[in-house]
């Protein structure tokens, strides 16, 4: 039954290799139970063999991934019900044999998949362990320890050399049968790219004291390491001093060695794979923190695919992460469009001139839809959502009035902390089952226009309908033009936000430049920023909007993201045709690394 279940993986015919695995480990069942009744003093049955419970695992993971014509809840139940029954079989093998290599690995790989579960990773992080212990040239298992312990922030030391491990045995210089004239570079190159990003983020971020054990281990990649001086073997009469000073001058020198190598490292990803746009870019940030002019000045922002790629890896995971980081971008932009909407005239001829809705909305960089949440109750028009990430905007068309984009963490009561009247909701009389969303985009923010936006067919046709479905006696002033078909198309927004998104912008001329031509005379404008720490003593004339470095304009910092001051923000907006600052607030975005973000919102 096992070799012939063997056969039927490897043509593909996972149904038969399914039914072959059973039928091996219903066979072992029987024989044990018929021996069990033979006699009392009979031995403990034999396991049955690993390759049928790991086999029929694994067949079973590959199967949970729905079949075509599925629906989105049948597959979603489908791949639980045998991820669940993979999970139990690889744990039997284990309970057989706790240091089966294939077992372990093949567990961490299903356990790693759940994303956001912290203990699950952790775990993941051992029994890759184990497997690599098992075949320590198994360069995956290696390579899934670092990202997992990446993922956890943890050990970083440990990942570190789990890359390197990794990348030494990919290249074909660990030892290992395969000769490197054997490998195919465009089949490897990608991995190998994959895995000098992870190391020369982990070199980037490591302390001094970790960069020198680093360096001074015997099999340590770090190029240049010679130069560190060996540990000081002075006697106690030459005194701490001499010792003190030798250890900081090898300190100095080790974090040196990682800043190097790690940017080295970053080059070797760029080179292996010219679609690793995420190496390009945090190469950059590296190299502007060192002062580097060639770095910083060349990058004036984010390119997009280094968003969608960084976002699309991240989607399953935001929400519970920038959760557990403080995340409070969304609810301020909430509270201070609430906080704008009396201050804004009705095209009306109201008898309070105020609007009570913003007729419509833009949320620029909309992500998973958390700033959604709390903007639709004020939009009584179409609220569209854009971002350069599809993943993203796939988890922003599940939300709903009544679910989704923020209500599913036990926070619904966030979502009523301004001061707008409930009852005068928008979304009171509409069905709970309905998308928060009347229209996502993935589009970029410099280039987005009207027509693929607000004139969007499909967000046309839902205005209509809501707009037919209006009482005959409501006379107010949609603020658009009727179309051919009776419907109203808006032909600018209201209101546009932009919720932790113009990080991923340096220059932020094109991006203001475009906000005002797709908003409406008075409309209202509200963004926040990650804050440079020397804007406050930094005179408007001296603000260079060039500036990559600093210097009251802008930079980009390690993390990859960029920093603004006021002052350029300012200037910046009034050129774009902003000429009004209604309000200013210094903020605190989220938690990062045990430290408060530096961040300013404007409107």
Same mark, same amino acid.
């Given at each position: 039954?096992?070799?012939?279940?063997?056969?039927?993986?490897?043509?593909?015919?996972?149904?038969?290799?399914?039914?072959?695995?059973?039928?091996?480990?219903?066979?072992?069942?029987?024989?044990?139970?018929?021996?069990?009744?033979?006699?009392?003093?009979?031995?403990?049955?034999?396991?049955?063999?690993?390759?049928?419970?790991?086999?029929?695992?694994?067949?079973?993971?590959?199967?949970g991934?729905?079949? %075509?014509?599925?629906?989105?809840a049948a597959a979603?139940?489908?791949?639980e019900?045998?991820? $669940?029954?993979?999970?139990?079989?690889?744990?039997?093998?284990l309970?057989y044999?706790?240091?089966?290599?294939?077992?372990?690995?093949?567990?961490?790989l299903?356990?790693?998949?759940?994303r956001?579960?912290?203990?699950a990773t952790r775990e993941?992080a051992a029994?890759? $362990?184990?497997?690599a212990?098992?075949?320590?040239?198994r360069w995956?298992a290696w390579?899934?320890?670092?990202?997992?312990?990446?993922?956890?922030? *943890?050990?970083p030391?440990?990942?570190a050399?789990?890359?390197?491990?990794s990348i030494v045995l990919?290249?074909?210089?660990?030892?290992?049968?395969?000769?490197?004239?054997e490998?195919?570079?465009?089949?490897?190159?990608?991995?190998?790219s994959?895995l000098?990003?992870?190391?020369?983020?982990?070199?980037?971020?490591?302390t001094?004291?970790?960069?020198?054990?680093?360096?001074?281990?015997?099999?340590s990649?770090?190029?240049?390491?010679?130069?560190?001086?060996?540990p000081?073997s002075?006697?106690?009469?030459e005194?701490a001093?001499?010792?003190?000073?030798?250890?900081?001058a090898?300190?100095?020198t080790?974090?040196?060695?990682?800043s190097e190598?790690a940017?080295?490292a970053?080059?070797?990803?760029?080179?292996?794979?010219?679609h690793?746009?995420?190496a390009?870019h945090m190469?950059?940030?590296?190299e502007a923190?060192?002062?580097?002019?060639s770095?910083a000045?060349s990058?004036?922002r984010?390119?997009? %695919?280094f968003?969608?790629?960084?976002?699309?890896?991240?989607?399953?995971t935001?929400?519970?992460?920038?959760?557990?980081?403080?995340?409070?971008v969304?609810?301020?932009?909430g509270?201070a469009?609430?906080?704008?909407?009396?201050?804004?005239?009705a095209?009306? $001829? $109201?008898?309070?001139?105020?609007?009570?809705?913003?007729?419509?909305?833009?949320?620029a960089?909309?992500?998973?839809?958390?700033?959604?949440?709390?903007?639709?109750r004020?939009?009584?028009?179409?609220?569209?959502?854009?971002d350069?990430?599809?993943?993203?905007? /796939?988890?922003?068309?599940?939300c709903?009035?009544?679910?989704?984009?923020?209500?599913?963490?036990?926070?619904?009561?966030?979502? *009523?902390?301004?001061?707008h /009247?409930e009852?005068?909701?928008?979304?009171?009389?509409?069905?709970?089952?309905?998308?928060?969303? /009347?229209?996502?985009?993935?589009?970029?923010?410099?280039?987005?226009?009207?027509?693929?936006?607000?004139?969007d067919?499909?967000?046309?046709?839902?205005?209509?309908?809501?707009? *037919?479905?209006k009482?005959?006696?409501?006379d107010?002033?949609d603020?658009?033009?009727a179309d051919?078909?009776?419907?109203?198309?808006?032909?600018a927004?209201d209101?546009?936000v932009?919720a932790?998104?113009?990080?991923?912008?340096?220059?932020?001329e094109?991006?203001l430049?475009?906000?005002?031509?797709?908003?409406s *005379?008075?409309?209202?404008?509200?963004f926040?920023?990650?804050?440079?720490?020397?804007?406050? /003593?930094?005179?408007?004339?001296?603000?260079?909007?060039?500036?990559g470095t600093?210097?009251?304009?802008w930079?980009?910092?390690?993390?990859?993201?960029?920093?603004?001051?006021?002052?350029?923000?300012?200037?910046?907006?009034?050129e774009?045709?902003y000429?009004?600052?209604?309000?200013?607030?210094?903020?605190?975005?989220?938690?990062?690394?045990?430290e408060?973000?530096?961040g300013?919102?404007f409107?």
């Amino acid at each position: 039954h096992l070799e012939r279940g063997n056969g039927f993986y490897a043509s593909g015919d996972l149904v038969r290799a399914a039914s072959e695995y059973e039928s091996c480990l219903v066979v072992v069942a029987a024989a044990a139970a018929a021996e069990s009744g033979s006699t009392n003093s009979s031995p403990p049955p034999p396991p049955p063999p690993q390759g049928c419970l790991i086999n029929l695992a694994s067949v079973l993971v590959d199967m949970g991934g729905g079949e %075509e014509g599925e629906g989105d809840a049948a597959a979603a139940e489908k791949e639980e019900e045998y991820s $669940s029954r993979a999970e139990s079989l690889y744990r039997r093998a284990l309970s057989y044999d706790p240091n089966d290599g294939d077992a372990s690995y093949n567990l961490a790989l299903l356990l790693q998949d759940r994303r956001g579960d912290e203990y699950a990773t952790r775990e993941a992080a051992a029994l890759y $362990s184990v497997a690599a212990s098992s075949d320590p040239d198994r360069w995956d298992a290696w390579a899934n320890m670092a990202a997992a312990l990446t993922e956890l922030r *943890e050990r970083p030391l440990e990942a570190a050399r789990a890359y390197e491990r990794s990348i030494v045995l990919l290249q074909g210089d660990g030892g290992e049968e395969e000769s490197e004239e054997e490998r195919d570079p465009s089949e490897i190159d990608p991995y190998l790219s994959a895995l000098y990003y992870g190391y020369g983020l982990q070199l980037a971020d490591l302390t001094p004291g970790a960069c020198l054990i680093l360096a001074r281990a015997p099999r340590s990649l770090l190029i240049g390491k010679e130069r560190l001086t060996p540990p000081s073997s002075s006697n106690a009469d030459e005194g701490a001093d001499r010792e003190k000073e030798e250890d900081e001058a090898a300190l100095a020198t080790a974090k040196d060695l990682c800043s190097e190598n790690a940017r080295n490292a970053l080059r070797a990803a760029s080179a292996l794979d010219p679609h690793n746009v995420q190496a390009a870019h945090m190469l950059a940030a590296i190299e502007a923190e060192m002062g580097r002019s060639s770095g910083a000045s060349s990058v004036r922002r984010a390119a997009p %695919e280094f968003v969608s790629a960084l976002f699309d890896d991240f989607a399953d995971t935001f929400d519970a992460k920038l959760g557990a980081l403080g995340y409070r971008v969304p609810r301020l932009i909430g509270a201070a469009a609430a906080e704008v909407l009396p201050m804004m005239t009705a095209s009306s $001829s $109201s008898s309070s001139g105020k609007q009570k809705y913003y007729r419509s909305a833009l949320d620029a960089g909309c992500g998973t839809g958390l700033a959604g949440r709390y903007l639709r109750r004020l939009v009584d028009g179409p609220l569209i959502g854009v971002d350069v990430s599809k993943n993203m905007l /796939d988890l922003a068309g599940k939300c709903t009035l009544s679910a989704g984009c923020g209500l599913d963490d036990d926070h619904e009561d966030d979502h *009523e902390d301004d001061d707008h /009247d409930e009852d005068d909701d928008v979304d009171g009389d509409k069905s709970k089952d309905e998308p928060l969303y /009347d229209g996502l985009m993935p589009l970029d923010l410099e280039t987005m226009t009207i027509e693929q936006t607000l004139r969007d067919p499909g967000v046309v046709a839902r205005r209509r309908r809501r707009t *037919e479905g209006k009482d005959d006696g409501d006379d107010g002033d949609d603020g658009g033009d009727a179309d051919d078909d009776g419907g109203i198309v808006e032909d600018a927004f209201d209101l546009i936000v932009a919720a932790d998104v113009l990080v991923y912008f340096g220059g932020l001329e094109r991006v203001l430049s475009n906000f005002a031509r797709l908003s409406s *005379e008075g409309s209202a404008l509200i963004f926040s920023c990650e804050r440079t720490p020397d804007d406050d /003593d930094t005179d408007d004339d001296d603000a260079s909007s060039s500036s990559g470095t600093g210097g009251g304009g802008w930079k980009l910092l390690p993390s990859g993201r960029f920093a603004h001051s006021k002052s350029y923000v300012v200037r910046t907006a009034k050129e774009a045709g902003y000429d009004l600052l209604i309000g200013y607030e210094e903020i605190v975005p989220r938690m990062e690394n045990g430290e408060e973000v530096e961040g300013h919102m404007f409107r």
